[in-house]
């Protein structure tokens, strides 16, 4: 792609053929039509299924062919999909990486194919940045500081213990690495505060519902709910409610994303506080790919900028949420 106009009169016919099955990268697409291989993690949350779609619509309206896959959470399956666009010889590859190790690699196999790669959402632990043009996606240290920020603040009064069980997203993802060191990091200011429990729900609701349930029937006493994502919050409302407990007011709960079912139950007071994590990437991808082919240079980092949400807050911006 980015076919360039090889036309000379009488070679045309010969030219051509050697433009499409060239090292250009000719993408399946035909003409000037860019080709973008998408490695998704799977669509294992509300928040991966509206980056999904949000990814999918850019595509159309910017004119950019897709070609998308589903790793079910799985690397392996991320590394094969990502071999395959090697081969198919897309025009870009851009991927979410389910976890942060293990990259160089397979990255290192489409540099030498000349294919530039985009980072989208989740970040890898490579020192070698020339592995990839830039990376698109939240600050999830940040996001893990805010939750740590409203919790410290909302337990000022307390003096005995607070105790917190915390459900870890995926192991080795840079969401759950980061959301755990960031809320972590301030936390331990107080002494008062005490991380008693923390497991991977995986970022699922089903994993959220049984670690919490292990949770509950070896604490008795739990003041607080950290869900690294709100998936995993809504399946541990459910393990509380099933305890016979009331999710938000016996135990405090906090989560990441803000999507529309986490900010009902925000709005509904079973969430007491929710950090952004904005999933809609598409328009942004699919400028940034338009500009690496052009040559342009970009930034090495593009942070989306995010909020947060109390539950009257939630309540009041629910009606607009795009997610
Ligand atoms: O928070 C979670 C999803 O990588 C930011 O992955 C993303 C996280 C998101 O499964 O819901």
């Not at 840079?174 to 729900?201: C, H, V, W, Y």
């Not at 135990?251 to 007071?269: P, Q, R």
Request: some cysteine; glycine content about 8%.
């Amino acid at each position: 792609m980015f076919k360039k106009s090889l036309v000379a009169v009488g070679l045309a016919a010969v030219l051509t053929l050697t433009a499409c099955g060239g090292s250009t990268g000719a993408g399946g697409g035909g003409s000037d039509e860019i080709t973008l291989g998408f490695a998704q993690v799977g669509a294992e949350s509300g928040w991966r299924t509206a980056n999904t779609k949000s990814i999918q619509e850019s595509a159309k309206t910017a004119g950019i062919n897709l070609k998308f896959s589903d790793a079910q959470q799985k690397q392996e399956n991320q590394i094969k999909a990502i071999r395959s666009y090697i081969q198919q010889k897309v025009d870009l590859i851009a991927f979410s990486p389910v976890v942060e190790s293990g990259w160089d690699t397979v990255l290192k196999e489409a540099k030498d194919a000349n294919i530039p790669v985009i980072l989208t959402d989740r970040a890898i632990d490579s020192p070698d940045k020339t592995l990839y043009k830039t990376f698109l996606g939240s600050d999830f240290v940040l996001e893990g500081q805010e939750a740590a920020k409203w919790l410290i603040k909302d337990k000022e009064a307390a003096t005995g213990d607070v105790n917190i069980v915390e459900l870890q997203g995926t192991t080795g993802a840079a969401p759950a690495n980061d959301r755990m060191s960031g809320f972590a990091d301030l936390i331990k200011a107080e002494s008062k505060f005490k991380i008693i429990a923390s497991q991977t729900g995986d970022f699922t609701r089903s994993g959220g519902k049984q670690v919490m349930e292990a949770f509950l029937k070896s604490n008795p006493k739990i003041d607080v709910v950290y869900a690294h994502n709100d998936d995993m919050a809504l399946g541990a409302i459910e393990a509380i409610e099933a305890a016979g407990k009331v999710p938000g007011k016996d135990i405090t709960i906090i989560s990441v994303d803000a999507t529309k079912d986490g900010m009902t139950a925000a709005a509904d007071g079973k969430i007491n506080f929710i950090v952004e994590c904005n999933p809609l990437l598409g328009d942004q991808l699919m400028d940034l790919t338009k500009k690496v082919l052009a040559g342009e240079t970009v930034p090495e980092r593009v942070v989306t900028v995010e909020t947060t949400f109390d539950s009257a807050q939630a309540k009041a911006a629910l009606p607009d949420r795009k997610y």
